[in-house]
């Protein structure tokens, strides 16, 4: 079987940076943009926080499914983007409120931060600049709350490596299904089971970027699926692609060097755990 290798592409619309030294562990990348065309985005479970010019600043809220958007060609913006879970305290909002939409900032911290912010991203002078501005907000919002939910973490960190069912993942933090619903719908903006989907599709991709197996069967299983017909059927649901298609579009690429799940656990290729659920 020929082996899947997804190689780096220059996104002359879209570029993803690393984001400050002290936020990585709240932020998956930054990014600046001028889009071309309609354009494609696939769910990862995380949430953005956008500048755009002519618009204002807007959250994107978690998606569900691949959705699509067109600008006027050129249109420049730039964003942060939070890793999954992370930004639901800093933003006052569960993340199911704002599922599958965007929001203006002021919807959800008020006109005083919206002012400010845009005010000190407008004023400056480049991309790089307005992404410093974006980050300094991040910093002041998380200067005002506590730590993050420990319990947050440990379902991100469980779900970022292995594909544990909703069950077992129910029993392993410790609280009871009902619970894990409510806390992953607050803080992911959707369930357990819709999560996992989304954070297996992102380990298939990120298998695929650092050349682990060899064909779809292989990319498959090492990313928690049950078979390369699983992987089919969950990347048509979730991206509206085929594996194929998928892997040939800028999603592998989206958060640049960074990753949204676990790569040293792809790398690794552990055989699934009894854990694991190939629903």
Do not use: K
């Amino acid at each position: 079987m020929s082996e899947v290798v997804v190689t780096l592409l220059t996104m002359a619309w879209y570029t993803p940076t690393p984001t400050a030294p002290d936020l990585a562990d709240t932020l998956v990348c930054a990014w600046e943009a001028r889009p071309e065309g309609e354009c494609l985005l696939v769910p990862d479970g995380c949430m953005d926080v956008l500048w755009i010019r002519g618009v204002g600043i807007r959250v994107c809220g978690p998606e569900t499914t691949a959705w699509s958007f067109t600008l006027p060609p050129g249109t420049e913006s730039v964003g942060i983007r939070f890793r999954p879970g992370a930004a639901t305290h800093l933003l006052r909002t569960p993340a199911s409120d704002i599922r599958n939409i965007r929001v203006g900032l002021a919807d959800v911290l008020g006109s005083t931060w919206d002012r400010l912010l845009t005010d000190q991203i407008e004023n400056a002078p480049n991309p790089a600049a307005r992404i410093i501005a974006l980050e300094d907000g991040v910093r002041r919002w998380r200067a005002r709350h506590d730590a993050p939910d420990g319990l947050v973490e440990s379902i991100r960190g469980a779900l970022f490596a292995h594909s544990w069912g909703v069950a077992a993942l129910a029993d392993a933090t410790s609280i009871t299904e009902r619970q894990l619903q409510r806390r992953c719908n607050d803080a992911f903006g959707y369930g357990p089971a819709t999560l996992r989907g989304i954070l297996r599709l992102q380990r298939f991709m990120a298998a695929a970027r650092v050349g682990t197996g060899n064909g779809l069967a292989d990319l498959a299983v090492s990313a928690g699926y049950s078979d390369q017909a699983h992987l089919s059927r969950e990347c048509r649901r979730i991206a509206t692609l085929t594996p194929t298609a998928l892997l040939a579009t800028q999603a592998p690429n989206w958060h640049g060097e960074a990753s949204v799940v676990d790569v040293g656990n792809v790398q690794s290729r552990m055989p699934s755990s009894s854990a694991e659920s190939a629903a």
